[in-house]
């Protein structure tokens, strides 16, 4: 099986144009501060929107998705005083563009034993982009359960949607081209916070959300 | 060799953990109230059974279905292939139907090779005569994975692992052989001398006739299914010898290391090469060998028809 | 519609210029009357056609010792009119058709028949060899002596396909033959050691779960039979060896004096069962293709004479008995019309032959083995000019859809391999000219 390839992110070339070669003119518009600031301002617009938090359960969508919601409900633990059940929600085999690369490596799905019939859903990514990976976490939840309501928690909104998707929450809106890549680094993950943006490299590009 | 699994040798280490690992998370589907994953919507698996398996054919089955796949059976009896239509011509019409993929089980080896000529999808081989069986190989694998705790990413090295029984007909003999050793394992072969290839010597294990010395230094020991047919050709003189040598009974269990496990790729032979007692034992992990067949052959079919179609 | 000329009309005269015979230096070849007439620098007598040989070996007219023309009985396999070509265009100007037909060749009048056969096609000699026992099966001696008599001369007598394993039977019919100075060709296989055989017994087959053909089950009745043959002292042809076993052996029995011949097939001389990789059946056949060592001790055994002969055992099987899983496909392969380029392959060009050895081991011997009468197998004036003209120098890929065989299971196929038959002459008159059936 020499096509296959392991792990990678939720890379690809979403809208994100070819890989050119050039000046790669990355530039931070995030550093840590600002991360931890605008986490926990999400964290207190999750309590707010959803009157304390009670029933809400963050899931949040591999890689980076998932420390994301974690630091999220540690925040929102810190307020309420009680913890939150957070977890991973694995999208790749509700992916719409499977037949467009080979086979890709699953990630892990975390659903804490509550389960998610009745539960607010809050899906937690790093960039949320033209949309597609939301709409193939509503269908994975679709097969998991029924919550009572999904909300949608990203870092970073670069715009571009093709679908008709929105966020709840948003840390930062970034307004890009498409001949841009938006970076998300975490320290779970890449060993610092950070979000950088720069033009296509021969990197790992990073998809939209 | 990348577009179908016909042995256990096309597969690299970094290829089998990738099915392990992918096996592992599509196990969790069991707890779901939707067992269901839409991957595989529209394509279409033929089950090619040319030997009765009903036990192999439903577990490929039902991983197909799981991943939304549409499946058509197609089994010997009463077919067009009792009637002598050839393994060719089968293929063809397997062809001009559009199937994305075949999982083949024939009693001919080199039966999956063959069609992998004549096919233009993806072929899995689920049994070819006495060659390969490399889907075992891999549930066997995870199985052992699963029970000596090792983690995702994570091989089985170091686990000694002994293979008891007809090792000259087995094709689960030799798919697991290939594996196992790729994915670190020890392995060692344990048979009477008859039923043993004449060049094992060149087999990436080693090789013993004396089951008891090998037993104490057994991380798992897997039974392979001895036919009594043998017998009359001569393989050994009787089933009595046969058990009392080389069967795996209370007494040999009693020797086993204390974590040690008990496999069998089924169907058994109680009371030949293992006794009853041994079969329901805590030690022995044939039930759960089945249901891991299921999530195994998921991966495997995710990840041969998944994606793009590889390049050959 | 046979295309050779039938063999009452009188042949021309042919002046071959520039040939080197056996691979000497070059020389005129004139052909007169059926006959060399000489063989040196002459002008061209008035009326002869002239051929240029330059830079052609001229060989004998090489005799087939094992060929199966499957008439009667499986003419979707092939005929004798389509295996007379093929054999023509291999530059073979006799072979001896095996007796494993429907019905069986075990009557004077089925070898009649195909004897006949062959001097209505015209492309080349055919000598019928007859079964050893009735029906082949192995229990009772077939009408040997009624054979013999027959126009066909029968002198070989094989049950090849299978093996006269029952050593009483095997020393009843060597003992026989001796009445009319014929000789028994054993197709040495130990039927119960070779029980659903389908490989060479070792590491290939192993690894491939195939049954495997272990060699001892061929030397352990070569053993037996050289030991009749010198006890009750009559005359042994080993069909088909294969192992490197049997060529020790072979060679242990000739130092005895005991009169042992034994052919070899080119495919033995060149492939191994490593092909057997892909379970393409085009690679399977009977004996099994073997290891490395053995096509290296076959080889040192046909270049130091332990061998006799090269015999192609030319085995036609149609499309539907061998596009199918191992197991179940036919065993043999087609060789007449490759024979000689993989005798050059893998004896002339590896230096361990040379062109004069080739014509013994391809014409000189065989012939003399089959008790050919007439004197078959040489270049002299005198002697019937039956002779190949060969391009050494040539080299291009097999096509097995090119060949004049009815049949296409050709382990050679798309194999670069070098020579080329330009012609082939018949007792003077020419049934191959430019490579194509004259």
Redesign the interface.
């Known amino acids: 099986m020499h096509a296959l390839h392991p792990a990678r992110d939720q890379d690809g070339a979403e809208g994100g144009g070819p890989a050119r070669p050039g000046p790669a003119d990355p530039k931070t518009v995030l550093e840590p501060a600002e991360i931890g600031r605008a986490l926990t301002r999400i964290a207190h617009e999750i309590l707010e929107r959803t009157d304390g938090a009670a029933d809400v359960l963050l899931l949040g969508i591999p890689t980076r998705g998932v420390p994301l919601a974690r630091r999220l409900a540690e925040r929102i633990e810190q307020v309420e005083g009680r913890p939150v059940p957070h977890g991973s929600l694995d999208i790749t085999m509700y992916r719409d563009d499977l037949r467009l690369r080979p086979a890709r490596a699953l990630g892990r799905t975390e659903v804490p034993a509550e389960g998610i019939d009745g539960a607010i859903v809050v899906i937690v990514d790093d960039v949320l982009y033209s949309g597609r990976t939301v709409r193939a976490a509503l269908d994975a939840l679709n097969d998991l359960g029924r919550p009572r309501a999904v909300q949608l928690a990203v870092l970073i909104d670069r715009g571009h949607r093709e679908l008709p998707v929105r966020p709840d929450y948003v840390g930062k809106n970034l307004p890009t081209s498409k001949q841009e890549v938006v970076r998300v680094l975490l320290a779970e993950v890449d060993g610092q916070d950070a979000v950088i943006i720069g033009r296509a490299a021969a990197t790992e590009q990073r998809s939209g959300t | 060799m990348n577009r179908h699994l016909i042995s256990a040798a096309d597969l690299s280490r970094d290829d089998a953990l990738l099915i392990l690992d992918t096996a592992d998370e599509l196990a969790r589907m069991a707890d779901r109230p939707i067992k269901k994953l839409p991957t595989l919507r529209g394509r279409t698996v033929v089950n090619l059974f040319f030997e009765d398996s009903t036990r192999t054919r439903i577990s490929f089955e039902a991983a197909a279905k799981r991943l939304s796949a549409d499946v058509i059976n197609f089994s010997a009896k009463g077919s067009s292939v009792a009637k002598g239509e050839?393994?060719?011509d089968t293929a063809l019409t397997l062809e001009a139907m559009g199937a994305d993929a075949v999982v083949i089980r024939?009693?001919?080896?080199?039966?999956a090779?063959?069609l992998a000529g004549w096919v233009r999808g993806t072929v899995v081989n689920a049994g070819?005569?006495?060659?390969?069986h490399p889907t075992q190989a891999l549930l066997d694998a995870f199985t052992i994975r699963r029970k000596f705790g090792r983690p995702v990413g994570e091989g089985l090295d170091g686990l000694r692992v002994t293979i008891v029984g007809d090792v000259l007909h087995s094709?689960v003999a030799?798919s697991n052989v290939l594996l196992l050793t790729t994915l670190g394992a020890e392995v060692t072969l344990v048979a009477p001398p008859t039923l043993l290839?004449?060049?094992?010597g060149?087999?990436p294990c080693s090789v013993g006739y004396d089951f008891d010395a090998v037993v104490p230094k057994s991380d798992v020991v897997m039974m392979l299914r001895v036919q009594q047919e043998r017998m009359k050709a001569a393989y050994f003189p009787s089933v009595r010898e046969y058990s009392r040598r080389y069967g795996l009974d209370g007494t040999r269990m009693a020797q086993l290391p204390e974590q040690a496990i008990v496999m069998h790729p089924g169907p058994m032979n109680r009371g030949v090469e293992i006794a009853a007692e041994v079969a329901d034992s805590p030690r022995s992990t044939i039930v759960e060998q089945v249901a891991n067949g299921v999530s195994v052959r998921m991966a495997v079919l995710y990840l041969l028809l998944g994606g793009a179609e590889a390049q050959s | 519609m046979s295309g050779g000329q039938s063999l009452s009309t009188s042949p021309g005269t042919w002046l071959i210029k520039g040939a080197r015979p056996l691979g000497g230096d070059p020389a005129d070849i004139l052909i007169r009357g059926g006959v060399i007439d000489s063989i040196g620098d002459g002008p061209a007598p008035a009326g002869a056609q002239v051929l240029d040989a330059a830079g052609l070996i001229a060989l004998p007219g090489l005799v087939d010792l094992h060929t199966h023309l499957r008439e009667p009985g499986r003419e979707d396999a092939e005929t004798v009119e389509t295996g007379t070509r093929a054999a023509a265009l291999g530059g073979f100007t006799a072979v001896h058709a095996m007796a494993n037909t429907d019905p069986v060749a075990d009557t004077a009048g089925v070898v009649e028949q195909i004897w006949r056969l062959g001097r209505q096609a015209g492309h080349c000699d055919v000598h019928p060899i007859g079964a050893v026992t009735v029906g082949l099966a192995g229990t009772r001696l077939a009408e040997l002596g009624a054979m013999a008599e027959s126009p066909a001369r029968v002198r070989v007598f094989s049950d090849d396909g299978r093996c006269v394993s029952d050593a009483v039977l095997m020393r009843r019919a060597l003992e026989y033959v001796k009445a009319f100075d014929g000789v028994i060709a054993q197709h040495a296989q130990e039927p119960r050691l070779t029980e659903g055989a389908q490989l060479n017994?070792?590491?290939m087959?192993?690894?491939?779960?195939?049954t495997?053909w272990?060699a001892v089950a061929e030397e352990a009745v070569i053993a037996r039979d050289c030991l009749l043959t010198a006890h009750v002292g009559s005359a042994l042809h080993v069909c088909h060896v294969s192992t490197a076993g049997s060529v020790e052996i072979i060679r242990w029995a000739k130092s005895k004096g005991w009169r042992v011949t034994a052919e070899v097939t080119p495919h033995h001389l060149l492939l191994t069962d490593s092909l057997a990789a892909?379970?393409d059946p085009v690679y399977k056949v009977n004996p099994p293709l073997r290891t490395a060592a053995d096509v290296a001790a076959l080889r040192e055994g046909l270049a130091d004479g332990t061998i006799d002969c090269v015999a192609t055992d030319h085995a036609p099987h149609p499309v539907?008995d061998k596009?199918?899983?191992?197991?179940?496909a036919a065993f043999g392969m087609t060789g007449l019309e490759t024979a000689l380029r993989v005798v050059q392959e893998a004896m002339v060009d590896t230096g361990l032959l040379g062109w004069a050895g080739v014509a013994d081991r391809m014409s000189r011997r065989p012939a003399r083995i089959g008790r050919l009468p007439g004197p078959e197998g040489a270049l002299a004036a005198g002697l019937q000019a039956s002779l190949v003209l060969y391009d050494a120098s040539a080299r291009d890929t097999v096509d097995p859809r090119a060949h004049a065989s009815r049949s296409r299971n050709s382990p050679f196929g798309g194999m670069e391999l070098p020579g080329r038959v330009v012609a082939t002459f018949l007792r003077g008159t020419p049934t191959v000219l430019d490579g194509k059936l004259a």
Do not use: I, N, Q
Not at chain 2, 106 to 111: D, N, P, V
Not at chain 3, 205 to 210: Q, T
Not at chain 3, 323 to 328: H, I, L, N, S
């Open positions: 050839s393994l060719k024939h009693s001919a080896s080199g039966a090779h063959r070819d005569g006495a060659h390969e094709r030799r290839p004449v060049a094992v060149s087999w | 017994e070792g590491e087959s192993g690894r491939l779960g195939l495997g272990p892909g379970y539907e596009e199918t899983e191992w197991d179940t």
